[in-house]
């Protein structure tokens, strides 16, 4: 694991964006997507670098980590618009090339499995981009999950969605259940690239990278890979020994 400190939020950003364009510029490639507020200033920063550096997407694909269960691809909150609106169309994949989990997938656990197929079929994902959530979680693998878990259908903690409520009217409105990508699917990307800023995530910062690969920390697991790149700002990195 490289942990790599940078003094301000931006320099994350820019640093992970880095990263990203020289995967893209070495040619085809499938890029492993996160949401949530984490990977914005990357995505900004990949944006600007489209429209001003020629960065292209063209021969790239995408998948998505997580979704929740029970919101349409067109409700404001699903991963599939979240993505969509913060980076996928402000850039130039082609199109079919962004992919999604279903959340209203009639057989979710059908769901999971297919999309383990198509992640396969696109030949594995070359870099993953990874929040981490104040309970350690990765994807939405919560506290307790199998370090080799593959796709499947979660329940979010209470902490988890009212983590998430600030997207949502009120925590009642976020949803119970999510079809996240696992810790063992997770784990088969190439390249893992895990992103924090801010005070808040300095303690599972410090369980994950620190602490030993445990259940009761998901991200831990991520100590089990070879080619982890640890990206924080000074807040997130406070914890650290
Ligand atoms: C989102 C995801 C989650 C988030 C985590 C941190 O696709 O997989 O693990 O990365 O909940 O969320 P933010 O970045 O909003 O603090």
């Known amino acids: 694991m490289e942990i790599i400190v940078l003094p301000t939020p931006a320099d994350v950003a820019r640093t ?53 269960v029970g919101l349409p691809s067109t409700h404001p909150q699903s991963y599939h618009s979240v993505i969509r609106d913060e980076f996928t169309a402000s850039v130039d994949f082609a199109a079919d090339a962004v992919h999604g989990l279903d959340g209203m997938a009639a057989d979710p656990q059908a769901e999971a499995e297919q999309y383990e197929a198509r992640i396969a079929a696109a030949g594995g994902v070359d870099i993953q981009i990874l929040g981490i959530g104040t309970d350690g979680h990765v994807g939405f693998n919560e506290p307790m999950s199998s370090l080799g878990s593959r796709t499947r259908i979660k329940t979010l903690t209470r902490q988890t969605r009212q983590d998430n409520a600030r997207f949502f009217d009120s925590a009642d409105d976020v949803p119970d259940h999510v079809l996240t990508q696992g810790l063992g699917t997770i784990r088969e990307a190439r390249h893992l690239l895990l992103i924090a800023m801010g005070e808040a995530k300095a303690e599972a910062i410090a369980a994950a990278v620190e602490g030993p690969v445990a259940a009761i920390c998901p991200a831990s697991a991520l100590q089990l890979h070879p080619h982890v790149s640890v990206l924080v700002d000074e807040a997130a990195a406070s914890r650290l020994a």
């Open 16 to 68: 992970a964006a880095d990263a990203i364009e020289e995967q893209v510029r070495r040619g085809p490639c499938v890029l492993g997507l996160a949401t949530g507020s984490t990977p914005l200033g990357t995505y900004q920063e990949l944006i600007e670098r489209h429209r001003t550096g020629g960065l292209s997407f063209a021969h790239a694909q995408a998948f998505l980590l997580d979704e929740y």
